[in-house]
C-alpha cells in the first residue's frame, strides 16, 4: 500500500470514476491508474469499486469505508508537510482562499491588502465560486479557506465562523417614487419589477421568504451573482434592485439611491470555514482571525481539532 494508491482511490472518487481524467490529473497513464487500484485491492482482499466490464461505476461498500481512512491519512499526510513548512519558513507559502464575487469585491480587499502587507512573502490565491463550490473545494482540499453566507454551515466536515451579519437593502434610480415613502413595505417593493441576486447567493433565500410570507407574489426580472449588474439594470430602468448594501458606493453610484430594508428581511451572517481536523500555519491561523475578528486562537483550535 502507497500514496500513490490512496491518492487514485481518492481522485477516482472525484473524478466520476473516470480512469482517463484520473490519469491526467496525477500526471500518469490510464494502465497505471487501473494497476494500482488492483494491486490495492489484491493486497486488502476485497474490492474497492463496483465495475462493469472495465468501466467502474461507484463505490462497493467496503470502498465506501475506505474513503474515510483515504482522505484522512492523505489530509494527515497533508498536515505533517504543512507542520514542517510551519518551521521551516514561517512566513513564506500559500494560501488559497474560495469566496464568492460579493466577498472578493466589497468585504475583502481591505483584509487582504492588510494580510499582504504583513505576509509579503505568501502567495494568495484567491478563487470566485458559487457557495456550492467553494464547500466542494474545502471537502476535496483544494482550498484552506471558504467564505460565504450560504452553503457552507452545517456541513459536518467542515467547521465554520461567523464573520459579519448585515441585511438587504433597496436600490433605486435617483427620484424614484421609492424615496419618498416613510418607510418601505414588502408591497410597495413587490409593486415594482425586481432585479437581485441568483438563486444560492447572497441572502437571496431570505428575500424569497420574505416576499412568501407576505403572501405577495413579486416579479424578479432579471437575477445575477455580481451585485455591479444589479446596479446597472437598475439605473437603465429595468426595475428596483435588492442587494448587499456593502455593494453601494455613494461616490461612485451616483445615479441611484440606497434604501434600508433591514425591517423587511431577516438577517445574513456571513461565515468563514475551514475543513475539520486541518493544520493551519500562522499566517493561515491570522487570516482567519482577520476576516473574522470574533476568533481567538484557542477558539481556532479547538473547533479544528473537533471541539476537544
Not at 210 to 217: I, L, V, Y
Not at 218 to 241: M, N, Q, R
Not at 266 to 288: I, P, S, W
Request: hydrophobic fraction near 45%.
Amino acid at each position: 500500500m502507497n500514496f500513490q494508491q490512496l491518492k487514485i482511490v481518492r481522485e477516482t472518487v472525484r473524478r466520476g470514476y473516470n480512469l482517463t481524467e484520473v490519469a491526467n490529473a496525477l500526471y500518469t497513464s490510464q494502465p497505471g491508474v487501473s494497476k494500482n487500484i488492483k494491486d490495492l485491492e489484491d493486497e486488502l482482499g476485497v474490492e474497492l469499486f463496483v465495475r462493469r466490464g472495465k468501466r467502474l461505476l461507484g463505490l462497493t461498500e467496503p470502498g465506501k469505508e475506505l474513503l474515510e481512512t483515504v482522505e484522512r491519512i492523505l489530509r494527515d499526510a497533508q498536515n505533517l508537510r504543512n507542520i514542517a513548512d510551519q518551521f521551516a519558513s514561517r512566513e513564506q507559502g500559500s494560501l488559497t482562499v474560495a469566496t464568492t464575487h460579493t466577498q472578493a469585491r466589497y468585504a475583502l480587499p481591505e483584509v487582504i491588502k492588510q494580510f499582504k502587507a504583513r505576509y509579503p512573502q505568501v502567495h494568495l490565491a484567491l478563487h470566485q465560486c458559487s457557495p456550492r463550490e467553494i464547500v466542494e473545494m474545502l471537502l476535496a482540499g483544494e482550498a484552506d479557506i471558504g467564505i460565504a453566507t450560504e452553503a457552507i454551515e452545517g456541513v459536518a466536515e467542515l467547521v465554520s465562523f461567523p464573520c459579519y451579519s448585515w441585511h438587504h437593502a433597496v436600490i433605486v434610480p435617483q427620484g424614484h417614487a421609492l424615496t419618498q415613502l416613510p418607510a418601505l413595505t414588502l408591497d410597495a417593493i413587490a409593486a415594482y419589477p425586481i432585479v437581485t441576486y441568483h438563486e444560492g447567493f447572497t441572502g437571496r433565500a431570505h428575500i424569497d421568504k420574505a416576499f412568501a410570507a407576505a403572501g405577495q407574489a413579486v416579479d424578479i426580472v432579471l437575477s445575477a451573482i455580481d451585485a455591479d449588474v444589479i446596479k446597472t439594470y437598475v439605473e437603465i430602468g429595468l426595475g428596483i434592485g435588492i442587494v448587499a448594501p456593502m455593494a453601494f458606493n455613494p461616490a461612485k453610484d451616483t445615479g441611484l439611491a440606497l434604501l434600508a430594508a433591514d425591517h423587511l428581511f431577516d438577517d445574513n451572517t456571513t461565515r468563514l470555514a475551514v475543513h475539520r481536523g486541518v493544520y493551519l500555519r500562522d499566517y493561515a491561523r491570522q487570516f482567519v482571525t482577520m476576516v473574522a475578528p470574533g476568533v481567538d486562537e484557542k477558539v481556532l483550535q479547538k473547533a479544528l481539532n473537533g471541539g476537544e
